[in-house]
């Protein structure tokens, strides 16, 4: 036998344990935490409280968080992939509302003289309804440019025809 051979393959699933449901959920190897989450959420209905994100979690060792594009992975012996939960008093997670679920990214990178991720989307929002109407209006200004090209082209077309037609010159 070869050592190859010798060496267990890792299972082609992973296993996600919600406390919520109390049951292990499978997933495929590489499946995405997002998906993976939005499954678990839906599986659970709407009188549960819902997982927010999905960790790695083992005994005297510091958990570790999936982020949502990140890829389901088994860690090996020992560990466990848990679902956090969003009315949990644990450490870590807070209970902002839906505003903070849907962009954590946004409050975990704020500091202390940064906007509140409130005024940070509406600003955003504002932004790019101004470059909305200004692509818009841009339009407008080329469509009636290339009309009146075209416009005085048809116009002229009668005497550059005849301009050309003429054996004289």
């Known amino acids: 036998m070869s050592m ?3 060496t267990p393959s890792p299972p082609p699933f992973v296993e996600v344990f919600c406390e919520i449901s109390g049951k292990d959920y499978r997933f495929t190897a590489g499946t995405k935490a997002e998906f993976a989450v939005s499954v678990i959420n ?4 709407s009188s549960k409280p819902k997982a927010l994100y999905i960790e790695a979690s083992k005994d005297g060792e510091e958990p570790i968080s999936f982020g949502d594009g990140a890829s389901l992975v088994s860690y090996g012996h ?3 992939l848990v679902t956090v939960i969003a ?4 450490p870590g997670t807070e209970k902002e509302g839906p ?3 849907q962009f954590p990214y946004v409050l975990s990178t704020g500091s202390k003289d940064s906007k509140p991720a409130k ?3 509406a600003e955003f929002e504002g932004d790019q309804s101004l ?4 692509r818009i209006m841009f339009a407008f200004v080329l469509m009636f440019i290339l009309g009146g090209l075209f ?3 048809l116009e002229n077309l009668p005497r550059l025809i005849l301009l050309f037609n003429n054996p004289s010159m």
């Open 42 to 45: 839906r599986k659970l209905g």
């Open 78 to 80: 020992g560990w466990r």
């Open 119 to 121: 005024a940070m989307k």
């Open 131 to 134: 470059k909305y109407i200004g």
């Open 99 to 101: 505003f903070q679920t």
């Open 87 to 90: 009315d949990s008093d644990s």
């Open 151 to 153: 416009t005085v082209a």
């Open 4 to 6: 190859a051979e010798d």
